[in-house]
Nanobody, 120 residues
Framework: QVHLVESGGGLVRPGESLTLSCTAS??????MGWYRQAPGKQRERVAS???????NYADSMKGRVTISTNNAKNMVWLQINSLKPEDSAVYYC????????????????WGQGTQVTVSS
């Protein structure tokens, strides 16, 4: 089973940008993506990308985030711009066999998460 490790979280000020990274132990996932979970709220999808580079963004952060992957297909990044306090959450990397799996959150593997805190 693939193992995912996230990095890049931290404390940032409103309006700043941040790039999260996720490294997978294997590169055979059909798609990877990012979710986030704020305290007291359900985990929600942010963005996902297939091996072929097809991207899908959730409406919640569309326009402020960019997801990308490398040629080896074992890393995925999430760039977040114009961060707001309400973006504070634990951001999770996810990997699955297809875009459908990652978008629906079914049959996927999760990373341990990285905390992003947006505060002045």
């Amino acid at each position: 089973q693939v193992h995912l490790v996230e990095s890049g979280g931290g404390l940032v000020r409103p309006g700043e940008s941040l790039t999260l990274s996720c490294t997978a132990s294997e590169n055979d996932a059909g798609a990877m993506g990012w979710y986030r979970q704020a305290p007291g709220k359900q985990r929600e999808r942010v963005a996902s990308i297939t091996h072929a580079g097809l991207r899908n963004y959730a409406d919640s952060m569309k326009g402020r985030v960019t997801i990308s992957t490398n040629n080896a297909k074992n890393m995925v990044w999430l760039q977040i711009n114009s961060l707001k306090p309400e973006d504070s959450a634990v951001y999770y990397c996810a990997a699955g066999p297809s875009m459908f799996a990652v978008v629906t959150g079914t049959g996927i593997v999760w990373g341990q998460g990285t905390q992003v805190t947006v505060s002045s």
